[in-house]
């Protein structure tokens, strides 16, 4: 079992930035692909951001998000962070880590997840 626990989201105006934190315990991450995915009020989860657990760290962006936002981890703090700039109220949502076995864009392709943590974009 892999336990999850979400950071670092808040109130932010717009063009602003947040760094989430997604600290894991319970096992190593190390062979765990890892995502965010984020939801709205009122809508479905929505894929964010997704990096490999290989050596290459491949990474994964939802179009909406690209060149905003900078999903990384480090192995040896057991913890991935989500890099969130240029925020718009749009990005208003609460904001879940997820860990799966592989790399992909699709939510339930996770088998672990947080709890959450709210992002709110607003003036």
């Known amino acids: 079992q892999v336990q999850l626990v979400e950071s670092g989201g808040g109130l932010v105006q717009p063009g602003g930035s947040l760094r989430l934190s997604c600290a894991a315990s319970?096992?190593?991450?190390?062979?765990?692909?890892m995502g965010w995915i984020r939801q709205a009020p009122g809508k479905e989860r929505e894929f964010v951001a997704a990096?490999?657990?290989?050596?290459?760290?491949?990474?994964y962006y939802a179009d909406s998000v690209k060149g905003r936002f900078t999903i990384s981890r480090d192995n040896a703090k057991n913890t991935v962070y989500l890099q969130m700039n240029s925020l718009s109220p749009e990005d208003t949502a609460v904001y879940y880590c997820?860990?799966?076995?592989?790399?992909?864009?699709?939510?339930?392709?996770?088998?672990?997840w947080g709890q959450g943590t709210q992002v709110t974009v607003s003036s």
């Open positions: 990096v490999s657990w290989i050596s290459d760290r491949t990474t």
């Open positions: 319970g096992r190593t991450i190390s062979r765990y692909a």
């Open positions: 997820a860990a799966g076995t592989i790399l992909t864009r699709s939510t339930g392709g996770y088998d672990y």
